[in-house]
């Protein structure tokens, strides 16, 4: 299968690299407790109508969780409902996104 042919394909970019290629507004800032925490970001999410930062996105695990419309996954996960595509086919997406140079691990 494709999506498991190359390192690429198993070690997949930053979902906040993903994320800001898609024009997503960051904020280091949690907007409910005031905290920050190096590890964690938050942004807006882009599969629902949610306005501020709904989205919490920690960096060390590559994964975000919308507060307001519980989307939340990786990566592929990410590709996969931006795009409306199968798990597989977001694979390879970012695979050749990486590949090509067009985004950084």
């Given at each position: 299968?494709?999506?498991?042919?190359?390192?690429?394909?198993?070690?997949?970019?930053?979902?906040?690299?993903?994320?800001?290629?898609?024009?997503v507004v960051f904020s280091d800032v949690d907007?409910?407790?005031?905290?920050?925490?190096?590890?964690?970001?938050?942004?807006?999410?882009?599969?629902?109508?949610?306005?501020?930062?709904?989205?919490?996105?920690?960096?060390?695990?590559?994964?975000?969780?919308?507060?307001?419309?519980?989307?939340?996954?990786?990566?592929?996960?990410?590709?996969?409902?931006?795009?409306?595509?199968?798990?597989?086919?977001?694979?390879?997406?970012?695979?050749?996104?990486?590949?090509?140079?067009?985004?950084?691990?």
């Amino acid at each position: 299968m494709r999506y498991l042919r190359s390192q690429a394909a198993r070690e997949f970019p930053s979902i906040v690299k993903i994320m800001e290629g898609d024009g997503v507004v960051f904020s280091d800032v949690d907007e409910v407790s005031g905290h920050r925490n190096d590890n964690i970001v938050y942004a807006t999410c882009q599969f629902c109508p949610a306005e501020g930062f709904s989205v919490k996105i920690n960096k060390s695990r590559n994964v975000f969780r919308c507060r307001a419309c519980g989307s939340s996954g990786g990566p592929v996960q990410y590709i996969k409902m931006m795009q409306v595509v199968e798990w597989r086919e977001a694979a390879d997406y970012l695979a050749d996104m990486v590949e090509k140079g067009e985004i950084e691990k």
